[in-house]
């Protein structure tokens, strides 16, 4: 009954990586991309399933077995316009999207074999057409509508692109001085190359968003104020305050959170120090703290900044590492060293103010806690000391808290993220959505981004209810 | 509101005050209408450059322009100070911080050292416009490094004049332990070198006179982020640029403020040298 199939290679095609001995020593990107060849013969292993288990597990519902099917036709340009109506940074997500969680996690083929490799597909269709320059379709007729987006983080940026195509006018308000959030101030150059932010953003300004960095909400604009001039207000400022441990000594020279360390490297090119003004100190024997992909960050690039050693504390197993597992193989390859099961109490100075110990518990592991981890217990008497010269600590960001603090009559949680209506980001004040890290916490590009497109769809249904009442009048 | 994209700043007034000082007043129309004394802003001069923080010296909404007076230090106040009248810089963040407190409060002492008279002018003037008494008490290092004199004695009922040589006025802070004991002052606010503004804690501690201190430790972003600026105060971290930059002066650490502040001194001198070599050699 049934014609016999083709063979199927069960094996990912497998993406070059730049030498080990090379890459420590620089910040190029680790993964070179798929050739064309390649990327054509990883298409080929796609199953094109009806069930397609992939588009139900991507948080933005990118048509996944349609794009490959072009990537194997070799109709790259239709591949690309194929992922780009649902997905405004594909070169991103193709990069830091956590897909063996997601897409990749129930890939029919991955039942008899590898399953097929869709971030490094999407990297390679965003790639080709980024080189191409991407053309934008006829733009839509105006609404007439105005949004203000706050934050150019992944969600504001995906709420930007979503609601310019439908020929809304937005303007997104950024407070550093480049667009993109966590995308360029704290994803390292090596995993994330700055060029790409910077042309996926010069994108959704084609689209034609206006940008306007340097613009911090709260202190130059009230929320209050942009509902003067704007039909809704978007929020995406993110998570970005850093946590510290408030245990002795925290504040000696050397100690930094991986924010500031992450954001003097990334956003101001520290590692070109003194071509680039900004300094960053990196000592001999570095210690992170923290088993996120901050910490992963952190390490790597502290080890590329010339440590000789660098130990990642965490206090709890490597099973419960929040950071993806890709990463932590990444830093173990290049010579990352980690101590599980172990957490700092204090830190020790020299007479000049500098950290030069770090004095430790270790940790054995109780019962679940809220976040369904097994929660790490001290173990007494078990202190030890190790000597550091300088010690990131990466355990977590809490909500910038401006606009909660500048806003009345807006309900946040007792973390000072801002509630929502999950389904369509709108928060307790008329007219203002909400979406990424600011609501959930500390969470993924793609979570943020798929938060974007739902708020986005939201305002657009908000804005035509409201012109609609408007003409009724 | 209208809010265009993203565009240079440009300087409008360029004045030299003393050798390596300057003021600039910047166009920047919505931080001038939204700027109190005491906040701060970040500039950057250009794409390769650092994220400089300076409190502001004033603010004209009606002009749309804003106030710094920058001392040249390091490299990147150095190239600020290269640029003229006409010319822009990269980025202008603002305002940050919160507003200093301004209230009726009877006698106010403003003290300031070096550069920080200028923006403390801003605040002895808002001080004076809401019917306080103030006491100014500037000092630089010698008598010709003096800025801000007069604009100081037009904002303050009395001006003292002191300096470390004792070039012009008094030297050292002398007067100041004299006024203390002899005049009954409200609050106390002091911007200025970090020893300064600690010797002036110090002494305004028996008396437990409210001291309030303007600290713009190392910092990156200027809102909360990075954590560079954190100071003990009252034995809790707090990070200058968002809970401050005005702390209670007996509460702060400043042994710890000074040692942090030094924490990138070889690296700030490395990058002058290149820059200075650039110089001359171009």
Request: net charge negative; hydrophobic share 40%.
């Amino acid at each position: 009954m049934s014609k016999p199939k083709p063979k199927v290679r069960k094996e990912v095609i497998s993406m070059s990586k730049q030498g080990l001995e090379e890459r420590i020593q620089n910040f190029n990107e680790v993964a070179f991309g798929y050739a064309e060849e390649q990327a054509v013969a990883e298409a080929e292993r796609c199953l094109q399933c009806k069930k397609a288990p992939c588009v139900k597990a991507c948080p933005v519902e990118v048509d996944i077995p349609e794009f490959i099917r072009l990537i194997k036709e070799r109709r790259f340009d239709e591949a690309i316009k194929k992922v780009k109506e649902k997905n405004s940074l594909p070169a991103i997500c193709g990069r830091v999207c956590p897909q063996e969680e997601q897409c990749q996690a129930d890939c029919t083929m991955g039942k008899i074999g590898d399953p097929i490799s869709i971030g490094r597909l999407e990297r390679f269709v965003a790639d080709w057409g980024r080189e191409r320059g991407y053309e934008i379709s006829q733009k839509p007729a105006p609404t007439g509508k105005r949004v203000a987006v706050v934050g150019a983080g992944p969600a504001g940026l995906t709420v930007a692109a979503d609601l310019a195509k439908l020929g809304h006018e937005v303007v997104v308000f950024e407070a550093l001085n480049k667009p993109g959030g966590v995308l360029i101030y704290g994803i390292p150059e090596f995993r994330l190359p700055k060029a790409i932010v910077e042309a996926e953003a010069e994108y959704i300004e084609k689209l034609g968003v206006t940008i306007k960095t340097n613009a911090v909400i709260g202190k130059l604009y009230t929320v209050k104020e942009l509902l003067e001039s704007f039909d809704a207000v978007f929020v995406g400022t993110g998570a970005g305050l850093p946590h510290f441990m408030r245990i002795p000594g925290e504040n000696l020279c050397g100690i930094y959170s991986a924010n500031e360390f992450l954001i003097r490297v990334n956003l101001m090119k520290a590692y070109k120090f003194p071509e680039y003004d900004t300094p960053v100190w990196v000592g001999k024997k570095v210690t992170v703290v923290g088993g996120g992909n901050s910490a992963m960050d952190s390490a790597r690039s502290a080890l590329r900044l010339g440590a000789d050693e660098v130990w990642v504390v965490y206090r709890r197993s490597r099973k419960e590492m929040p950071t993806r597992l890709e990463e932590v193989e990444n830093a173990e390859e290049e010579g990352i060293k980690f101590k599980f099961l172990s957490n700092p109490v204090r830190y020790f100075g020299d007479e000049r103010g500098w950290v030069k110990g770090m004095e430790c518990i270790a940790m054995e592991l109780g019962e679940p806690d809220e976040s369904g981890r097994r929660r790490p217990i001290p173990i007494k008497g078990s202190e030890f000391v190790i000597d550091v010269d300088t010690v990131i600590v990466a355990i977590g960001n809490t909500a910038n808290p401006l606009i909660q603090q500048t806003t009345k009559g807006l309900e946040v949680t007792r973390w000072g993220t801002i509630v929502i209506e999950e389904e369509t980001g709108k928060t307790s004040k008329e007219g203002v959505y909400a979406g990424g890290d600011i609501v959930s916490g500390v969470a993924t590009v793609i979570s943020a981004m798929g938060a974007g497109k739902r708020a986005a769809k939201a305002i657009h249904e908000y804005l035509t209810k409201k012109e609609k009442a408007n003409n009724t009048k | 509101m209208k809010e265009g994209a993203t565009s240079l700043y440009k300087i409008v007034t360029k004045q030299e005050l003393v050798p390596h000082i300057n003021l600039f007043e910047f166009s920047a129309k919505e931080i001038a209408a939204k700027t109190k004394p005491g906040q701060f802003i970040i500039l950057r001069v250009d794409e390769k450059g650092e994220r400089v923080p300076l409190t502001m010296t004033g603010a004209d909404a009606e002009k749309g322009t804003i106030t710094v007076v920058c001392h040249e230090v390091g490299k990147s106040t150095k190239q600020l100070g290269q640029l003229e009248e006409g010319d822009c810089i990269l980025d202008l963040l603002g305002p940050l911080g919160k507003p200093a407190e301004i209230e009726k409060f009877g006698t106010v002492l403003c003290i300031g050292g070096g550069v920080m008279v200028a923006p403390l002018y801003f605040q002895a003037k808002a001080f004076h416009e809401i019917g306080n008494r103030v006491i100014g008490g500037i000092g630089a290092r010698t008598g010709d490094q003096l800025i801000f004199e007069n604009e100081m004695q037009e904002a303050c009922d009395e001006l003292y004049v002191s300096t470390d040589d004792g070039t012009r006025g008094c030297k050292g802070l002398g007067f100041l332990e004299e006024l203390l004991k002899e005049r009954k002052i409200d609050r106390v606010v002091t911007m200025g070198p970090i020893l300064m503004m600690k010797m002036v804690s110090e002494l305004t501690r028996s008396q437990d006179i409210p001291t309030i201190v303007n600290l713009i430790p190392l910092m990156v972003d200027g809102m909360g982020m990075c954590g560079a600026c954190r100071v003990t105060v009252g034995g809790r971290t707090m990070f200058a640029c968002v809970d401050g930059p005005d702390f209670d002066g007996h509460q702060v650490d400043f042994e710890e403020l000074m040692t942090r502040l030094k924490m990138y001194s070889p690296q700030e001198k490395l990058a002058f040298v290149f820059y200075e070599e650039d110089g001359s050699s171009s």
